[in-house]
């Protein structure tokens, strides 16, 4: 330890450019990626592991894929173990060895330095189409693996820089686009090059031994610094449940997930016990999953100068039951698993909301919306949309929610329509905020967004993966629930409404899917939201008059557009007096 610290400066500057190393990765798949879903949408991460496969930095990106990289490459370390050769690149995406649902797929090329290994480059990338039963391999109605697509398990991609022809063929033969995949592929085996090429130049400076010994020490660093900081959080035990809408097989049952926070001096326990038995529909998570979604929660509330890696991890347990949709077993289906674990994060944030009221977030919109478009163009050529719809934050105790911004599990941008509408055969016809969408309170949630799409081709299949149709993204400390996710299609002039998961809705030449994002909750009181503020969101039209009037209590003229001070106090003392309850309740739904 001594050794490590002789030199604090050269470790944090060590420490910066290992960082600088992850992100340059993740900037290399941005730059290089074929499909809207890697460049566009930046659905992948990148990071930089130690010989035993322990995350030591992670790039740009997701933080839905904390804790995959050790997963996937424990699998990979327990199948070829000393077998690894200089040379050698793995791939896998089986959810059940490794992976986390099969487009994310995994990457991985060991490092070498004289002849033993002392590092991994890692990426993981959700890839446009793995094959099965519907484009896009994603479908929510899908009830067991087999029917999702191409299962890989750890396997070599490169043999001693040889490439696996196999390998490549299946994939070629499976995949409906495997110029795009392939591309993707690529773009993931240069991220892995430029990390090992970086590596090597700080081996030649530093050495091996002082490189292994601060990447140890970063590992170290970050542990000590997390048990301290949950050291200074309150000990007690915090419990919540949220409820997803159902899994799109049994339509209105309902799928609890329950959480229990135990913290007791520097360590933390998330107990998933009690969460649903796993389901029929594609919503089940891997359990690496289920710990990414509680690293996430638990990270927001920490000091943000702590890192993502192996040292954060260790004195945080996540217990998960197999069997349960929190830690599921073959052969259950996941392709859609980013709904729950979206619904994950609104229920740790329901108990950390308890354990830390001035920390913690309203929910928010329930997670990206997954929308997939498959078909044929006329010379029977397959085009594939894939698009991640992002949204809004609910109420923060020191801020309105975030309006269209991505949700907090998952860092994405929202392609443009320009590029959607070049790359596709379809029309996006509006990108808009949705008025009053938001949940009310003193700090309102934010207004997500409406995503409209009109198909040019003749035919093709619509999927969506979407929640929060029933259950209304949660306010907190007297906030207002969101309002609820909405899909319509318009076929031949009738609009009719679908339900919050769809697959294989067939869609003609000029239907148009419309998609509304639920509304985030709201944070406190709306009652001691200040008028000047409501006044503020009516003018730019994301509140309404009445919402103004009924939700907050304030009365403005629709003509001069000026607030009515008498008529406002007037209004909040009779909103007041008939709610029913004078100390704010801690969970609105």
Same mark, same amino acid.
Request: hydrophobic share 40%; glycine share 10%.
């Given at each position: 330890?001594?050794?490590?610290?002789?030199?604090?400066?050269?470790?944090?500057?060590?420490?910066?450019?290992?960082?600088?190393?992850?992100?340059?990765?993740?900037?290399?798949?941005?730059?290089?990626?074929?499909? +809207?879903?890697?460049?566009?949408?930046?659905?992948?991460?990148?990071?930089?592991?130690?010989?035993? +496969?322990?995350?030591?930095?992670?790039?740009?990106?997701?933080?839905?894929?904390?804790?995959?990289?050790?997963?996937?490459?424990? @699998?990979?370390?327990?199948?070829?173990?000393?077998?690894?050769?200089?040379?050698?690149?793995?791939?896998?995406?089986?959810?059940?060895?490794?992976?986390?649902?099969?487009?994310? /797929?995994?990457?991985?090329? *060991?490092?070498?330095?004289?002849?033993?290994?002392?590092?991994?480059?890692?990426?993981?990338?959700?890839?446009?189409?793995?094959?099965?039963?519907?484009?896009?391999?994603?479908?929510?109605?899908?009830?067991?693996?087999? &029917?999702?697509?191409?299962?890989?398990?750890?396997?070599?991609?490169? #043999?001693?820089?040889? *490439?696996?022809?196999?390998?490549?063929?299946?994939?070629?033969?499976?995949?409906?686009? *495997?110029?795009?995949?392939?591309?993707?592929?690529?773009?993931?085996?240069?991220?892995?090059?430029?990390?090992?090429?970086?590596?090597?130049?700080?081996?030649?400076?530093?050495?091996?031994?002082?490189?292994?010994?601060?990447?140890?020490?970063?590992?170290? $660093?970050?542990?000590?610094?997390?048990?301290?900081?949950?050291?200074?959080?309150?000990?007690?035990?915090?419990?919540?449940?949220?409820?997803?809408?159902?899994?799109?097989?049994?339509?209105?049952?309902?799928?609890?997930?329950?959480?229990?926070?135990?913290? &007791?001096?520097?360590?933390?326990?998330?107990?998933?016990?009690?969460?649903?038995?796993?389901?029929?529909?594609?919503?089940?998570?891997?359990?690496?999953?289920?710990?990414?979604?509680?690293? !996430?929660?638990?990270?927001?509330?920490?000091?943000?100068?702590?890192?993502?890696?192996? +040292?954060?991890?260790?004195?945080?347990?996540?217990?998960?039951?197999?069997? !349960?949709?929190?830690?599921? /077993?073959?052969?259950?289906?996941?392709?859609?698993?980013?709904?729950?674990?979206?619904?994950?994060?609104?229920?740790?944030?329901?108990?950390?909301?308890?354990?830390?009221?001035?920390?913690?977030?309203?929910?928010?919109?329930?997670?990206?919306?997954?929308?997939?478009?498959?078909?044929?163009?006329?010379?029977?050529?397959?085009?594939?949309?894939?698009?991640?719809?992002?949204?809004?934050?609910?109420?923060?105790?020191?801020?309105?929610?975030?309006?269209?911004?991505?949700?907090?599990?998952?860092?994405?941008?929202?392609?443009?329509?320009?590029?959607?509408?070049?790359?596709?055969?379809?029309?996006?016809?509006?990108?808009?905020?949705?008025?009053?969408?938001?949940?009310?309170?003193?700090?309102?949630?934010?207004?997500?967004?409406?995503? @409209?799409?009109?198909?040019?081709?003749?035919?093709? /299949?619509?999927?969506?993966?979407?929640?929060?149709?029933?259950?209304?993204?949660?306010?907190? $400390?007297?906030? =207002?629930?969101?309002? *609820?996710?909405?899909?319509?299609?318009?076929?031949?002039?009738?609009?009719?409404?679908? !339900?919050?998961? /769809?697959?294989? !809705?067939?869609?003609?030449?000029?239907?148009?899917?419309?998609?509304?994002?639920?509304?985030? +909750?709201?944070?406190? #009181?709306?009652?001691?939201?200040?008028? =000047?503020?409501?006044?503020?969101?009516?003018?730019?039209?994301?509140?309404?008059?009445?919402?103004?009037?009924?939700?907050?209590?304030?009365?403005?003229?629709?003509?001069?557009?000026?607030? #009515?001070? &008498?008529?406002?106090?007037?209004?909040?003392?009779?909103?007041?007096?008939?709610?029913?309850?004078?100390?704010?309740?801690?969970?609105?739904?």
């Amino acid at each position: 330890m001594a050794n490590r610290l002789r030199d604090p400066i050269g470790f944090e500057l060590f420490k910066n450019t290992l960082l600088s190393i992850a992100d340059e990765m993740a900037l290399t798949i941005l730059r290089t990626a074929y499909s +809207g879903v890697l460049k566009d949408n930046m659905d992948y991460s990148t990071a930089f592991c130690d010989a035993e +496969g322990r995350t030591v930095a992670q790039g740009l990106t997701l933080p839905a894929h904390l804790s995959s990289f050790p997963d996937a490459l424990a @699998a990979t370390i327990r199948r070829y173990g000393d077998r690894m050769r200089p040379g050698d690149v793995y791939a896998l995406n089986d959810p059940f060895e490794g992976g986390m649902h099969l487009p994310d /797929v995994f990457i991985l090329k *060991p490092i070498f330095h004289e002849g033993r290994r002392v590092a991994f480059a890692a990426t993981i990338c959700h890839q446009t189409d793995m094959g099965g039963r519907v484009a896009g391999s994603n479908a929510s109605d899908s009830t067991e693996i087999f &029917q999702e697509g191409l299962r890989i398990p750890p396997v070599k991609m490169y #043999d001693a820089g040889e *490439p696996n022809e196999t390998l490549f063929r299946l994939l070629e033969k499976n995949v409906r686009l *495997p110029a795009r995949v392939f591309g993707d592929m690529r773009a993931q085996l240069a991220a892995c090059h430029i990390a090992e090429e970086a590596f090597g130049r700080l081996v030649a400076k530093h050495g091996i031994a002082q490189v292994s010994a601060y990447m140890e020490e970063i590992l170290d $660093y970050t542990e000590r610094l997390t048990r301290a900081a949950l050291a200074e959080l309150p000990d007690g035990e915090w419990r919540f449940t949220d409820w997803i809408d159902d899994d799109g097989i049994d339509f209105g049952t309902a799928i609890p997930l329950t959480v229990t926070l135990r913290k &007791q001096g520097d360590r933390m326990t998330a107990d998933w016990t009690g969460t649903s038995p796993q389901v029929k529909g594609a919503i089940n998570n891997t359990l690496s999953f289920t710990r990414a979604a509680t690293y !996430t929660c638990i990270k927001s509330v920490l000091p943000h100068e702590i890192l993502c890696n192996a +040292g954060f991890y260790r004195p945080i347990e996540v217990i998960a039951l197999p069997g !349960t949709i929190a830690n599921a /077993v073959p052969p259950a289906a996941c392709a859609a698993r980013g709904l729950t674990g979206f619904r994950m994060i609104d229920t740790v944030f329901g108990a950390l909301a308890q354990m830390l009221p001035d920390r913690v977030i309203a929910a928010s919109e329930g997670g990206n919306t997954g929308v997939s478009i498959g078909g044929y163009h006329a010379d029977r050529t397959p085009f594939i949309f894939v698009e991640f719809i992002c949204s809004a934050w609910g109420g923060r105790p020191w801020a309105d929610g975030l309006d269209g911004n991505a949700n907090l599990f998952a860092n994405m941008s929202l392609p443009s329509a320009e590029v959607t509408e070049t790359e596709q055969p379809l029309e996006v016809l509006c990108c808009e905020l949705i008025p009053d969408v938001g949940g009310p309170g003193k700090h309102r949630g934010g207004m997500s967004i409406r995503r @409209a799409y009109r198909l040019l081709e003749d035919e093709a /299949v619509l999927q969506v993966r979407a929640d929060r149709h029933t259950f209304r993204p949660y306010g907190l $400390y007297g906030g =207002g629930p969101g309002k *609820p996710s909405r899909n319509r299609l318009i076929s031949e002039g009738r609009e009719r409404e679908l !339900t919050a998961k /769809v697959t294989m !809705t067939p869609m003609r030449r000029g239907d148009v899917f419309i998609h509304d994002q639920p509304g985030p +909750g709201g944070w406190g #009181d709306p009652l001691e939201r200040e008028p =000047g503020r409501v006044l503020r969101d009516v003018v730019n039209e994301l509140v309404g008059l009445e919402s103004a009037r009924d939700d907050y209590g304030v009365v403005i003229d629709a003509v001069t557009r000026e607030i #009515d001070a &008498q008529a406002t106090a007037r209004r909040r003392a009779q909103l007041r007096a008939a709610r029913g309850w004078t100390t704010p309740p801690v969970v609105r739904r």
